[in-house]
């Protein structure tokens, strides 16, 4: 990627101290087709915003930046959700306060501060903004439903970890519906938000069916839960344990 951080372009325009958020505005539509109305217009706190990793944009691969991927300029906010990488930039005021636009209200990008009943009622006045990702793997080898010859002993895995603003600590597995736990061998991040890959040989006793759990651990030590507690009713932040299902024979 090619660009400039934020905070150079902030710093030139003058931030007041009264400066807590940004508020980013983009060129797409509105879905009514209405162009005074801003389709997403998310922003972060300013001390992300002034994060020298946090950048606006133009080139990729030494390219000019394709309009999928938000050209001709977008904002990249590393290790936070991607609707604050906004697309198609075309402007940015500074708040006094959180920001209100669209994507930023109610449950939109949202998660819960009081644990609360699944599929319950949510109360918007009970979520807060979410920032950095929580920790997270996946295993990306093998697939799902995945089925191996009868006599197979053991399953080589391949999966990537990520933790927002923090790194991976560990990446343990087990093919035993967590009565034990095996660690993988994790790779270390190439840079800060970079994905962190990991590999693992586990046994099998048998031949029948299997499930293999993945769970990272962080920095701070917060760790994969079984259940995400603090549940989204669209899905944001969810970072229960990647399960995939193997059979044998």
Do not use: C
């Not at 990008?109 to 609360?116: G, S, V």
């Not at 807060?128 to 080898?141: D, K």
């Not at 693992?200 to 299997?210: I, R």
């Amino acid at each position: 990627m090619t660009g400039v951080p934020l905070a150079d372009l902030l710093k030139a325009a003058g931030l007041k101290k009264s400066a807590k958020y940004t508020a980013h505005y983009a060129a797409d539509l509105h879905l009514s087709g209405d162009p005074s109305k801003p389709s997403l217009s998310r922003g972060v706190r300013i001390e992300k915003a002034l994060d020298p990793n946090t950048m606006i944009v133009w080139a990729m691969n030494r390219q000019p930046l394709p309009n999928i991927h938000g050209g001709p300029v977008r904002l990249i906010v590393p290790g936070w959700s991607g609707s604050a990488s906004q697309k198609w930039l075309t402007r940015i005021t500074i708040r006094d306060r959180d920001h209100d636009g669209p994507g930023m209200t109610e449950f939109s990008y949202r998660t819960a501060i009081k644990p609360m009943v699944p599929g319950g009622k949510a109360d918007p006045a009970n979520f807060r903004i979410l920032e950095s990702m929580p920790v997270r793997s996946i295993i990306t080898n093998p697939a799902n439903g995945a089925k191996f010859a009868a006599g197979t002993k053991e399953l080589k895995l391949r999966g990537a970890s990520w933790a927002g603003d923090l790194t991976v600590k560990q990446v343990d597995l087990s093919t035993d519906f967590g009565a034990s736990w095996q660690r993988a061998t994790l790779e270390k991040p190439t840079n800060k938000y970079d994905w962190q890959r990991w590999t693992a040989t586990v046994k099998l006793p048998s031949d029948g069916y299997f499930e293999i759990w993945a769970r990272a651990t962080d920095s701070k030590g917060a760790m994969q839960p079984h259940q995400a507690g603090f549940w989204n009713p669209q899905g944001y932040g969810g970072n229960a344990m990647h399960r995939i299902a193997v059979l044998v024979g």
